[in-house]
């Protein structure tokens, strides 16, 4: 996954590379803390041994977040409040690892461009 980010005042950009992982780019947004991504990355972590029925969720208006004992699942708000039907855009499946790894990375680029 290749990706990047830029920042301008109080908002934090995400450039995906590859089509299939743009969903990540709905967490282009204003106000991002290292605090409020750490909080997302402890939600995923507290997910990984947690069945279905009780997984660790997050969302924002763009997109949705669960997280449970199976992986990771994301789910593009905007492209369902558009009326996309092609499954293949409307979530994303990752391992806990791989959204982990992007996230540290955000917090990072958050902490240095605050």
Known sequence: MNYSFKS?????YINLQEDKYKILENFTNYGWTAYKVQEIIDGVEKGK???KESACEWANEDVYVISNENGLF??????QRAG????D????????????????HFKKFIEQNS
């Open 8 to 12: 301008k005042e109080d908002w934090f």
């Open 49 to 51: 041994t947690k069945p």
């Open 74 to 79: 994301l789910i593009d708000l905007m492209a």
């Open 84 to 87: 996309e039907t092609d499954q």
């Open 89 to 104: 855009k409307l979530g994303l499946q990752l391992t806990h690892q791989e959204f982990i790894q992007f996230l540290q």
